[in-house]
């Protein structure tokens, strides 16, 4: 019932810059958490940044400084913008969303399709 739909992965130069959307749509009361993910080829999975419902973030260290996650509730969007990428940025990203479906219903997590990111050298 809850669908995320990703958007503006591509392919960049070694210190250029990608802006990552991720939209939700269906069946939804409310957001909670929203997040970033990346895995890369025979990698697992990595939490890249995360924002809480109040506006708090957090990004894993190889990030900080140089990628921002921002969200916007009215619109049930996660964006996540990428500066000064390097090659070990690439990766499939995935977005993720806390969702309740009903006023009294818990939170769920969705996720979506994954967009390509590579950063060539």
């Known amino acids: 019932q809850v669908q995320l739909v990703e958007s503006g992965g591509g392919l960049v130069q070694a210190g250029g810059s990608l802006r990552l959307s991720c939209v939700a749509s269906g069946s939804i009361f409310s957001i909670g958490a929203m997040g970033w993910y990346r895995q890369a080829p025979g990698k697992q999975r990595e939490k890249v940044a995360s924002?809480?419902?109040?506006?708090?973030?957090n990004y894993v260290d190889s990030v900080k400084g140089r990628f921002t996650i921002s969200r916007d509730n009215a619109k049930n969007t996660v964006s996540l913008q990428m500066n000064s990428l390097k090659p070990e940025d690439t990766a499939v990203y995935f977005c993720?969303?806390?969702?309740?479906?009903?006023?009294?219903?818990?939170?769920?997590?969705?996720w979506g399709q994954g967009t390509q990111v590579v950063v060539s050298s």
């Open positions: 993720n969303m806390g969702v309740a479906r009903g006023r009294w219903a818990a939170d769920e997590d969705y």
């Open positions: 924002i809480t419902s109040g506006g708090s973030t």
